[in-house]
């Protein structure tokens, strides 16, 4: 997580963004990106080259490394600082705020804008970056740009997903996006895994949630990574967040998964509220959602 990024953020001159930028286009190419090529794509001279790298590494935006050559590459604070910097210049972000979240995957802050939003950094190539590597076939020399990559190719599709599903279903309304950040409205309530329901409220909430989900189909998605850490709930009604791994009713999984996530949900209410929700056909029910053809969790128990 980036230390008091806002401080950093304030504090950076529009040379350490060439920098910053230079590196970020050297970083294509390879993952250490020399000393002169970043002279060469930051368009700076040689001594400011080196006063950036200074002032960037102290602050944690950039690493370097001695290989046969001294490279140097972006750390996520430093490719979060140039996310931030474009949003800023959009007039979508005006400050930067408090943390509101840290997922499996992510770091989410509040910023100020023309109401308090939420902006969601993306993680996952950093979280997961052994993995990633050993599962693709990139060459050798390809195999860095994993991390950044798979960071914002998840924004991109959370973003289409909030895009394609809103308002119809009830997610943070997406307001911008770029690199590998998403803004987007402030979840009302709170996670459903936090939340203490009253008896009479447990049917009555599974229920509004399953209609999400069936409304998501409508569509065209499926969740795909349903769990009460992934639901709010609060006066207004429910709220699903979390969709970069959202995919599409046309893809040959989709029933499949759509299964997975009644059966994560129903499970969990199963667990937590004993005798509330009853013996749920799962399989049933997510035909029926499929079919858009659900009235209560009840009428399959
Ligand atoms: N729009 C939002 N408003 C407020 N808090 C949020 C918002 N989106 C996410 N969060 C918080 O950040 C956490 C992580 O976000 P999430 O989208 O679930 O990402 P991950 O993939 O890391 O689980 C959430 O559990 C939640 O507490
Ligand atoms: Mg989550």
């Known amino acids: 997580m980036v230390r008091n990024v806002a401080s950093v953020f304030r504090d950076l001159d529009p040379e350490d963004f060439y920098l910053l930028s230079g590196l970020e286009h050297g970083m294509r190419f390879s993952e250490w990106v020399a000393r002169e090529k970043i002279t060469e794509f930051a368009r700076l001279d040689g001594d400011e080259v080196d006063y950036r790298l200074d002032r960037c590494e102290d602050r944690g935006l950039i690493e370097r490394k001695t290989i046969q050559y001294q490279g140097f590459r972006l ?19 005006e400050g930067f705020g ?11 802050y509040e910023v100020r804008s023309y109401k308090p939003l939420a902006l969601k950094f993306h993680r996952e190539g950093y979280t997961n970056f052994r993995e990633v590597q050993k599962e693709r076939e990139y060459t050798a020399d390809n195999e860095h740009i994993s991390w950044f990559y798979t960071a914002r190719k998840a924004a991109e599709r959370e973003y289409e997903a909030l895009e394609t599903v809103y308002p119809e279903v009830r997610v943070p309304r997406p307001i911008d996006h770029n690199r590998h950040a998403v803004v987007m409205e ?23 949630i399953l209609e999400e989900m069936a409304a998501a189909y409508r569509t065209g998605y499926v969740h795909a990574d349903m769990s009460e850490y992934n639901v709010a709930v609060g006066s207004e009604g429910v709220t699903m967040f979390d969709w970069p791994q959202a995919v599409s009713t046309d893809h040959e999984n989709a029933p499949e998964l759509l299964e997975r996530d009644v059966e994560n949900l129903v499970g969990y209410f199963e667990r937590k509220y004993p005798g509330q929700v009853g013996d749920v056909d799962v399989l049933a029910l997510s035909r029926a959602l499929r079919e858009d053809d659900f009235e209560t969790v009840r009428s399959f128990g």
Do not use: C
């Open 186 to 208: 402030k979840l009302p309530g709170v996670e459903l895994g936090k939340a203490r329901l009253e008896d009479a409220q447990v049917v009555g909430v599974l229920d509004l």
């Open 75 to 93: 750390t996520f604070e430093g490719y979060d600082a140039l996310a931030l910097r474009t949003f800023t210049e959009r007039d979508t972000v």
């Open 98 to 108: 408090a943390p509101l979240g840290v997922g499996k995957e992510s770091d989410v």
